[in-house]
């Protein structure tokens, strides 16, 4: 019985090691804005709003504590309130919540607090809670912030109630669904693949900023622009991949809004929890007017909605009227460049998909599309086809981790592509990007479109031809009308980040 | 006078169409009770007969009547109650106990859906208790030495209940002490009304127990009788193509080869 | 006929009674971790839905009667069909070193599956048959292939043939994978080659459950014949048995389950395999005792990982991931104690 009985303990034990340490790297709900240094100068603990670095805990009353089988040296805890709160001016509350980084709390009553009390340096570099006074179950271990009771856990964003309708509001979804609502939801969630393609259109409303209040993500964060338009974004909880149906129903939302053409499991678990959700497409630019329009319906603003949908026409139709007697269209080529690992890899987007898209109507002939491609998804393609094609323009999509300026030069120093007539002509361009690439189905394709008819029309868009675009106008003034954004947030955020002029 | 147990009338098996004959024209009738040795070299055909005396292979002339009825009547239910298969190695994949594994020699008498009753079990521990291995009931047949397996198997073709017990080369691979062993079990069953009809290439062994022989060389009979008369020297220098000498030892008939 | 001389009443032996019993405790543990589990999962809290919430809260009720209950309902049907599979093939092929997934049957059911998504349609119906005639496909694949094969015994043979189509219907589903539209079809390809119990619904349940039950009564009432198959042609044979026949309809019926249900579930990894060993071990060999106790433990063994899935985390687990951890573990410790059970 030993022998077999060990080695299966044995395994239980790996097993359990390895779900325990991937429990610790998923998220948990904690806002994403807390990645602070670990150093001595740097806050380690906010106490009812108070911030202390190290050596100022040090510089308190410090106790030695001894309870059950745990000793604990550390600052006083009733001596670090009553400095908090005289730095506040204020009076100490009845009761705190001593919250951990994990978001785990424990609540605790003043009066029950002596001198034994202490807030203990741990060997970990953490700050652990140890009182002998009270249970166990409040020495909170890796305190990181103290807060009074009217202050305890606001932080995450509430949205709001549900606003009622006379009539009930039905719309069709992306994938063929009709949602009908009661209500305009209050409380909205975004899961799934590709969350920040919802989050910027949904952040270009009021609305969408005030009742979002929670988003998965895949990669380590939902969008890394949205703080720049709100920084309440950074306490919109993001959940670790692949929740299921009951930890969603767990934040109680009013709407769920997915990326996706079909049905998928999620959508069919929150059938079932009865959770009404709306499925985005975002992939086209049909696509995007009929999405927006429905999140501008879920949000009860259609005429925002509608102004947005104008913009962008708008500028549509400018190019259109501008192309409508052009008949010899440029040969283009759009690839992406990324390097992983060592390994270079040049792709062509897919016939179906934004990029291909936006060569399209700035009036651009795509060369990759003769001779169909294999797949419905990035091809990888090499230089023999790439010479074959000798596209007279060129734009490279170049990797986030990659800078552009390099990736050009580089190409343009390599003897394959400078033989090719687009690099003898100058026209190999970087395709433009701020915090992200405006080739990407997010709501810059409309910039990207602009850009690319300036470079592929000089004569009918560049710089005082008879239909000029000004991009850098253009730019400001979308980053304006659709998130709000003055000047001098522009030139904080988005100016240093902006890239669109390497050629 | 009771019919033979099996009568085998001009028997003749091709394994390819136009090879030669595994079985040329064989005729022998089995009498009923006797202990029948089928003797022969290798390739002889030995097997090949057994195979076609369960029905495993069709002849393609000739015919074969068991207890008096035509083989090709029965069905393969019928025939699998009247005649069992001790094969020369049975390899269990996996740890039945002995009793379960004899056990297995009901199936005749279950149809599909039906799981072993009472007297089913009874039939198996009877068995079990004739080859004399009851205390072995409960071990896993994997675990069994090569004597005890080889009884094990017949135990489980004696639950069949046959009227003829079909064994093929039972003792080859066994020692001295498991095959006297062996060959003390068929001997004993002998004596409730069966057949043993079995196939062996040791002559010594025929001697120990059997009361018939039938004696085969190239598919062909070269003769069948009692013991006395077909155990002699020139039969089976024949059967064997190599001078054999049959001495009397002690009343008992001992095979030799001649240098 | 013979006179039937019966001996002593045979006594049924103290490890037949055992093995029994054994079968029973397991039924009764089965049903205890059913009624736990309705109690585990993530709503209100994390872990543990205390009674309360069951009794106050639509919510919560809506979410145990109409996702959790059909989810353990699917767990514990997986876990039978791939257990009894496993019995079933491990008998029919006397080689206690396979199960669907060795045999080529969970390949063919993802290729199967896979084609239907990308070039059949994807309706679910398509996806069910497609899994079932190409896991069909593959196990029969298989077993031609291993008759060929002319390097060592059967044992190795038919593993060798089952990893050859394994591998092969493999890069069929790569390629199926490749040439997908990554916008709708490569994302449930993924999702279903993962293997997971995600949000089964009644719906699902009630699609495969004509095919599962009487399937899996099938092999259940033929379960001693499963001994008479484990033995070697000429004896079955001998002792009537038409094994062609018998083979056929017990691996029909064992296929047709697997393949209906990976066909919801995606694959799910080594519980065919090893649940049948430690099945024997507890309850004995004998294929009476064995099928019912495997299918149980099965189901067990593929309720715990599943409830482990959809609770330990704030994201799903995918449950092939569970099972395979578990799983080969699990194997692993088995084959250092003592190779697994086989005999020379």
Not at chain 1, 47 to 75: M, P, S, W
Not at chain 1, 215 to 226: D, P
Not at chain 1, 443 to 462: H, K, N, S
Not at chain 2, 15 to 40: F, R
């Amino acid at each position: 019985m030993s022998f077999r009985t060990s080695r299966l303990l044995l395994a239980a034990l790996v097993l359990v090691t390895l779900l325990l340490s991937a429990c610790q790297s998923a998220e948990t709900g904690r806002p994403v804005a807390e990645l602070e240094a670990e150093t001595t100068a740097s806050p380690v603990i906010d106490v009812l709003g108070v911030a202390y670095t190290l050596a100022e805990l040090q510089g308190l009353e410090q106790v030695t504590a001894t309870a059950q089988d745990r000793t604990a040296t550390g600052v006083g805890l009733l001596a670090l309130l009553n400095d908090a709160a005289a730095a506040n001016g204020a009076a100490l509350p009845e009761t705190v919540s001593l919250v951990a980084s994990d978001g785990y709390f424990a609540n605790v009553t003043i009066a029950e607090l002596d001198g034994t009390a202490v807030l203990g340096y741990s060997d970990e570099g953490t700050l652990d809670a140890l009182i002998p006074t009270l249970a166990k179950s409040t020495w909170v271990r890796d305190v990181a912030e103290i807060v009074g009771p009217e202050t305890a856990d606001t932080s995450a964003p509430q949205g709001i109630e549900p606003i009622p309708l006379d009539e009930p509001l039905t719309l069709t979804d992306a994938a063929g669904r009709t949602v009908t609502l009661d209500a305009l939801p209050g409380r909205i969630m975004v899961v799934g693949t590709g969350p920040h393609m919802t989050l910027h259109i949904l952040y270009m409303f009021d609305e969408g900023r005030e009742r979002l209040i929670a988003t998965e993500s895949r990669a380590a964060t939902a969008s890394e622009f949205l703080p720049f338009v709100d920084p309440a974004f950074s306490d919109v909880p993001t959940l670790a991949a692949n929740p299921n149906v009951e930890q969603i129903a767990t934040m109680a939302p009013d709407l769920v809004i997915m990326k996706g053409l079909v049905e998928n499991e999620t959508g069919k678990g929150l059938t079932q929890a009865g959770i009404p959700y709306l499925y985005v497409n975002l992939e086209s630019m049909d696509a995007f007017f009929t999405d927006l329009a429905n999140i501008g319906a879920v949000l009860g603003n259609a005429g925002r909605a509608a102004d947005i949908a104008a913009w962008y026409r708008g500028a549509l139709e400018g190019i259109d009227a501008a192309l409508s007697d052009v008949e010899d269209k440029p040969e283009v080529l759009l690839v992406s460049y990324s390097s992983r690992g060592g390994e270079v890899a040049v792709k062509v987007p897919a016939q179906a998909w934004m990029q291909t898209a936006e060569v399209v109507r700035a009036g651009g002939d795509p060369v990759w599309l003769d001779g169909a491609a294999f797949t419905d998804g990035w091809t990888v393609t090499n230089f023999e086809q790439i010479a074959q094609w000798d596209p007279a323009k060129i734009f490279v999509i170049v990797d986030h981790n990659l800078q552009p300026r390099e990736v050009v030069d580089g190409l343009k120093a390599d003897e394959n592509w400078a033989a090719l007539q687009a690099v003898q002509n100058d026209e190999l361009y970087a395709f433009p990007r701020d915090v992200f690439g405006w080739d990407q189905p997010e709501p810059r394709w409309i910039l990207g479109v602009q850009w690319l008819a300036t470079r592929l029309y000089p004569e009918l868009f560049g710089a005082n031809a008879p239909y000029a675009i000004d991009m850098e106008a253009v730019t400001r003034s979308w980053f304006r009308e659709m998130y709000g954004m003055d000047e001098a947030a522009f030139e904080e955020h988005i100016l240093p980040r902006l890239e669109m002029n390497v050629d | 006078m009771t019919p033979p147990a099996i009568d085998i009338r001009q028997v003749t098996f091709r394994y390819a169409v136009a090879g030669t004959a595994a079985l040329d024209a064989v005729t022998a009738a089995i009498p009923a009770g006797s202990i029948t040795a089928i003797l022969g070299p290798n390739g002889s055909g030995k097997s090949t007969l057994l195979h076609v005396l369960l029905g495993l292979l069709q002849p393609e002339s000739g015919a074969v009547h068991v207890s008096g009825r035509a083989q090709h009547g029965f069905s393969r239910r019928e025939l699998s109650r009247i005649m069992g298969l001790v094969p020369q190695d049975e390899h269990v994949t996996f740890e039945l106990s002995v009793f379960e594994y004899a056990l297995l020699g009901r199936a005749p008498y279950l149809n599909l859906l039906s799981l072993p009753r009472e007297e089913d079990r009874a039939v198996a521990q009877a068995a079990l208790e004739s080859v004399g291995i009851d205390a072995l009931a409960h071990r896993p047949v994997t675990s069994l030495s090569g004597g005890e397996k080889q009884l094990a198997t017949v135990a489980r073709a004696l639950t069949q209940a046959p009227e003829v017990l079909l064994l093929d080369e039972p003792t080859s691979h066994l020692d001295l002490a498991n095959a006297r062993r062996v060959l003390g079990v068929m001997r004993s069953l002998r004596g409730q009304g069966r057949t043993i009809l079995w196939t062996t290439h040791d002559p010594n062994a025929a001697t120990a127990i059997a009361t018939d022989v039938l004696l085969m060389r190239n598919g062909r009979v070269i003769a069948h009788g009692p013991l006395a008369e077909v155990m002699t020297g020139p039969l089976l220098t024949a059967t064997y193509d190599v001078p054999v000498q049959v001495i009397d030892v002690e009343g008992r008939r001992v095979v030799m080869v001649h240098e | 006929m013979t006179e039937i001389r019966t001996g002593t009443l045979p006594q049924v032996s103290d490890q037949e009674r055992q093995g029994r019993r054994r079968v029973a405790i397991l039924a009764v543990v089965l049903l205890a971790l059913v009624g736990v589990s309705l109690f585990l999962g993530r709503y209100p809290g994390p872990y543990w839905t205390p009674l309360s919430a069951l009794r106050d809260d639509a919510l919560a009720q809506r979410l145990v009667l109409n996702l959790r209950l059909p989810r353990i309902l699917g767990a514990v049907m997986v876990g039978m069909v791939l257990a009894a599979s496993g019995v079933s093939f491990q008998m029919i092929f006397r080689n206690p070193l396979v199960d669907s997934g060795f045999l080529g049957v969970s390949a063919g059911a993802s290729f199967g599956a896979s084609l239907a998504i990308v070039a059949l349609g994807g309706a679910p119906l398509t996806i069910q048959i497609s899994a079932a005639v190409f896991g069909t496909l593959g196990l029969v694949s298989s077993y031609l292939l291993g008759t060929r094969i002319r390097y060592g015994d059967w044992v190795l043979r038919l593993v060798l043939a089952g990893i050859a189509v394994s591998a092969l219907y493999s890069s069929g589903t790569s390629l199926l994978k490749y040439a997908a539209d990554p916008l709708r079809q490569l994302p449930e390809i993924t999702f279903w080659m993962l293997g997971g119990l995600w949000s089964l619904t009644w719906a699902d349940i009630l699609q495969i459950a004509p095919v599962v039950v009487p399937c899996l009564l099938v092999i259940l009432l033929l379960r001693w014949r499963l001994n008479l198959l484990s033995l070697r042609d000429e004896t079955a044979y001998s002792l009537g048995v038409s094994a062609g026949r018998e083979r056929l309809v017990l691996l029909l019926a064992a296929v047709l389950a697997t393949a209906a249900v990976v066909s919801k579930t995606g694959l799910i990894g080594w519980v065919g395999l090893i649940v049948p060993h430690i099945a024997r071990r507890w309850v004995g060999s004998d294929a009476q005792r064995a099928l019912p106790g495997a299918m149980l433990l099965g189901a067990l063994f593929t309720l715990f990982c599943d409830d482990i899935a959809r609770t330990a985390l704030t994201g799903e687990l995918p449950l092939g991931i569970l099972t395979s951890m578990l799983g080969a573990a699990i194997f692993m410790a088995l084959m250092i104690r003592d190779g697994a059970g086989m005999r020379r």
